[in-house]
């Protein structure tokens, strides 16, 4: 009996000895691990370290690393207050040669990634490529309140940051077959909150995210600002050519069943819905700078060139205003037009669609807040002439709505009212024609002289060319017809109105007839 103690003791000895010896050795192999196997171009610092090979916990405190280019140029620094891995299966790793893990937590890691010029990015030595014959799977990886911000080396700023960055990705299997592939691992799902999100546009225009959130495929954007850096008049002075000044909140934006990912080579974004609410757009242009003479694409041209396959099935905007307000000299203030109540849905937006699945644009407002207005655009994003259908109609269209921008951009205010305009008219990238047909009475013009004046000769003359609306067909409207040759240095926005316009001209000065 005396001898089985002692044995059985010798025995327990032995064993927490070797618990002991297996522990140390664990975490010698670990601090080993992270102080020398790490690439040469990573240099990490660490205020403690933690190892329990019996729970395969893996932790350091106060973590700090810095990843250099292979020209030796900072590319990213990240610090965190905690950095743990949780459930690393040593049996597995041995016996199968299999990376299990249960979780991967970050906890407040402060990441700056530094953007250099193409140039000082040019890669010095070998391409070969690294063999990965490893089975990686990790149950969760968290990210916990963290921070990103990218940083523009030669001009010195910040062009993107984010902050409360909460993440976590689920069911992650990386291996020789999934790291050759653009996403190099599988996922199951995936959770992403974050506030205060800030990225220069161009060197103009910002955007500002107060909140995002991303989970089961909605995402989720509220307090959306886009706007532009500079005041009105100070934009005027850094352009040569025409800018629009630009400001736009929108409360939130919703997208339904997001995917997105690799085909092949090419990425894509695939919604299967989305919602605006209330929008607030405000545009205005300063026609004081000399026109910017670029080509201007057609809508159907520029989501045929997109750089990505992108797929949104519909578009909803609900509850906006728009307004847009155009300088045209020193003397006088900006003449404005404005649309209220603007709701709109566009379907089948993208370029991935087949020939004849068209992308239909549907809007309807209320014009200087009192005109009914609607308007449907309809295009094949697969015809090279970018040909397009678009039809509209005003209602209750009071000419004194319209005076103060007349006055500040044309020097002329108009009078009278029209009941109804009804539009339609079909073209392509070159030039456009169709129907325009209006009920109105006693509509006139009054063109104004430098003073802001009445000149009465010149309205006299005017007038004599415009039909009062007298003459009509049975149902009481005057036709006319739509003829217009795009020029290609303005936007569609002016190929839509110059097309409008000639129809309008057309009507009140022809005769009226069908």
Known sequence: MRWSKKIISLFLIVGIGGLFFIQNKFKAEVILAVDTKLPKNIKLEYAKIHANVFTGTVGLDSLSAK??????????????????????SVWQFLLHETIAIDNIIFTQPQLEYYNYSEKQWEQKGTTAKTSFNKEVIIDNVSVVNGALQVKDVDA???VASVNAIDFSISG????????????????QDYHLS???????????????????????????????????????????????VERDHVTLRI???????????????VFFVTVDSAKIEQPNLSIYRDKRVADDMRIKNMYSKMLRDFPIDLSIHRLDLSNGNV????????????????????????????????????????VRSNFMGKAPM?????????????????????????????NSFFET????????????????????????????????????????????????????????????????DKDGYRNGEIGANRNTTKSFFNYLWINVQSGLISTLTGKGSK
């Open 194 to 240: 974050t506030k205060q999100l800030f990225t220069n546009l161009s060197a103009y225009e910002v955007l500002i995210i107060d909140n995002l959130s991303l989970k089961n495929e909605v995402l989720q954007l509220k307090n959306i600002f886009l706007e532009t850096k500079y005041s009105k008049e100070i934009l005027s002075t850094k352009i040569e």
């Open 323 to 362: 307004t847009y307000a155009e300088r045209v000299d020193a003397t006088t203030q900006a003449g404005e037009l404005f649309f209220k109540s603007v709701n709109a849905s566009i379907t089948n937006l993208g370029n991935t669609y087949k020939n004849g699945e068209k992308t239909k644009i549907v």
């Open 409 to 472: 951009n044309l020097n002329a205010k108009a009078e009278g009212e029209i009941e109804q305009i009804y539009f339609t008219f079909s073209g392509n990238n070159i030039n456009a024609k169709g129907d325009l047909k209006m009920k109105y009475e006693a509509f006139q013009f009054q063109i104004l002289n430098n003073r802001n004046k009445v000149n009465t000769f010149l309205t006299a003359i005017g007038n004599v060319f415009v039909n009062d609306g007298s003459k009509t």
């Open 172 to 187: 992650l299997q990386l291996n020789a077959e999934t790291i050759a592939k653009k996403i190099p691992f599988n996922y």
């Open 251 to 265: 409360p939130e934006l919703i997208i339904d069943k997001l995917d997105f990912g690799f085909h092949k080579d």
């Open 156 to 158: 010195d700023q910040i």
């Open 67 to 88: 990843v250099f280019s292979a020209d030796k140029n900072l590319m990213t620094t990240l610090e965190a207050k905690h950095f743990k891995i949780d459930g690393f």
């Open 374 to 402: 609607h308007l449907n655009i309809d295009f094949d994003v697969t015809n090279q002439q970018d040909a397009f259908l678009a039809s509209g109609a005003f209602e209750n269209f009071h000419a004194k709505i319209v």
